[in-house]
């Protein structure tokens, strides 16, 4: 019972800091992201299982946001660029390098499920850069 409640504790006092489900910060529609030629539409789509935590243990969500516009504990994954390079491969080795420095602060993924959450990652970057040519 002390563990459950202490469980439940720490659920309710981390859950403000590490955020959660957030109706008011919608899922991006993962249907519509844009597919890189390295990846396939199941790959994305398990990827966005694992950005908001549903397989491999993934926790991206808990600071890049439920919508991933970012939080004060990550950026925001949609503005169309990213610091690190946003090309399949510069994404993916920022996703490795993280993990190597911060072990199991992503979750427990295997190569696979990096390949899938870079391909969701390239998805959300991909959709504003391919809006703002469309708009040119
Ligand atoms: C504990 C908080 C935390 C978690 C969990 C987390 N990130 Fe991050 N992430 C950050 C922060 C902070 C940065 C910015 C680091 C920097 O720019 O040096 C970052 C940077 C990134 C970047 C590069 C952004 C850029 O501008 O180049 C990507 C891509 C990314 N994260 C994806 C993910 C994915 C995918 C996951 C889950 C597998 C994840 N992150 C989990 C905090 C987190």
Redesign the pocket.
């Given at each position: 019972m002390t563990g459950r409640l202490a469980a439940a504790l720490c659920a309710v006092m981390f859950a403000p800091v590490f955020g959660q489900a957030d109706e008011a910060r919608p899922r991006p529609d993962v249907g519509r992201l844009p597919i890189s030629a390295n990846a396939t539409a199941e790959e994305v789509a398990l990827g966005d299982r694992?950005?908001h935590g549903e397989a491999a243990g993934?926790?991206?969500f808990?600071?890049?946001g439920w919508d991933a516009k970012g939080t004060t504990?990550?950026?925001d994954?949609t503005v169309g660029s990213?610091?690190?390079?946003e090309s399949f491969s510069e994404?993916k080795a920022?996703?490795k390098h993280?993990m190597a420095v911060?072990p199991g602060?992503?979750?427990d993924?295997t190569p696979a499920d990096v390949h899938a959450?870079t391909a969701?990652?390239w998805g959300l970057v991909h959709q504003e850069r391919i809006a703002r040519q469309a708009q040119r």
């Open positions: 694992i950005f993934g926790t991206c808990q600071c890049h504990n990550g950026n994954l990213l610091g690190w390079g994404i920022t996703i993280n911060a602060q992503d979750g993924l959450v969701y990652v």
